[in-house]
Nanobody, 120 residues
Framework: QVHVVESGGGLVQPGGSLRLSCAVS????????MGWYRQAPGHEREEVAR???????NYADFVKGRFTISRDNPKNMAYLQMDSLKPEDTATYYC??????????????WGQGTQVTVSS
């Protein structure tokens, strides 16, 4: 079994920053893609950013230039540095972990999420 735990969420003012962490533990043979998703009330879950095992990254247009995804392979960790936060970034943020070769799959693991609230 693989466990995924997010942390680092909280309340921040517009223009502020937060750094989310994703810790992966358990019976891990390999970790491929890692990514961050978010879901706001009344909205579908959407992909924010992804990073490959070789640290190639891809971002949703609505966070480009503001968010940075990174990973630490030896520690089985992923991070999301969020700068210039806006109220519309308010959502629960989830980490997704792929343990099979290739793109996202139905067998990926998800964390329980961490709440990010951007408000003055």
């Amino acid at each position: 079994q693989v466990h995924v735990v997010e942390s680092g969420g909280g309340l921040v003012q517009p223009g502020g920053s937060l750094r989310l962490s994703c810790a992966v533990s358990g019976n891990i043979f390999r970790i491929g893609l890692m990514g961050w998703y978010r879901q706001a009330p009344g909205h579908e879950r959407e992909e924010v950013a992804r990073i490959t095992g070789g640290s190639m990254t891809n971002y949703a247009d609505f966070v480009k230039g503001r968010f940075t995804i990174s990973r630490d392979n030896p520690k089985n960790m992923a991070y999301l540095q969020m700068d210039s936060l806006k109220p519309e970034d308010t959502a629960t943020y989830y980490c997704r972990v792929n343990t099979s070769p290739g793109p996202w799959s139905e067998s990926d693991y998800w964390g329980q999420g961490t709440q990010v609230t951007v408000s003055s």
